[in-house]
């Protein structure tokens, strides 16, 4: 899961980052530090928390030697 290409998820989705935080079940905090351009430190726990719930959501995130890629496989969106 590359951090840059989470706020595309999260728009592909209709998420805010209260949203995202929410259905991952971490603090805004956390997910501000995740997706910060510094590359701060999260707990691998939040790395993990925020890949599930945008799997449950539909989001796939990909990653080859062509480059890396977000696709929603799902259509329904989950709010």
Known sequence: MCQALLP???ALLG???ETLADKARVSLTALKRLESPSGL???ESTRDEVRRAFERAGIVFL???QGKG???VDAKKET
């Open 41 to 43: 430190e999260v707990f």
């Open 70 to 72: 977000v696709l929603l």
């Open 63 to 65: 990653n080859s030697d």
């Open 15 to 17: 998420w805010t980052q």
């Open 8 to 10: 595309t998820a999260r």
